[in-house]
């Protein structure tokens, strides 16, 4: 084998792998992990590891869940899970929405899909404050 076939056999091949991972990311909707049922947790507002929920735009994970402080000035909790390809979601302020940094899908502060290509919602949760305690539940 010479250098030129040598190195045509390479590229062939590199690009293969590399078109296998780009398929490999949307991933079939069965092999999206579910959102957490069953949710019942506080968080202490004034617990260090929970300091950015203290401003608005500020948002945390826990038990693949986001909470956020949204726009309005209350919270929003829902799976941080895409439903689409199962990328983990974060809260952007400037829209005010959920987004997926991996194929652009959007989610209003209820879950609700404003943009795809998400297929379906964000499982949504409950959140009360009292005091420096926020409790989510489902």
Do not use: Q, W
Not at 91 to 103: A, E, I, K, M, V
Request: charged share 15%; proline share 6%.
């Amino acid at each position: 084998m010479d250098r030129k076939e040598f190195l045509s056999l390479v590229g062939v091949g590199t690009a293969g792998l590399a078109c296998g991972a780009c398929f490999e990311a949307c991933a079939a909707d069965d092999e999206i992990a579910s959102p957490p049922t069953n949710v019942d947790f506080t968080l202490d507002l004034t617990a260090p590891e929970n300091s950015p929920l203290t401003n608005v735009g500020g948002y945390i994970y826990k038990d693949r869940i986001i909470v956020a402080h949204v726009k309005s000035g209350s919270y929003a909790a829902v799976s941080s899970i895409c439903t689409h390809a199962g990328s983990t979601v974060y809260y952007d302020l400037t829209l005010d929405r959920f987004h997926c940094p991996n194929h652009g899908s959007n989610y209003l502060t209820d879950g609700t899909v404003a943009n795809g290509p998400a297929p379906s919602p964000l499982m949504r949760y409950n959140t009360t404050l009292s005091g420096s305690s926020l409790r989510v539940n489902s």
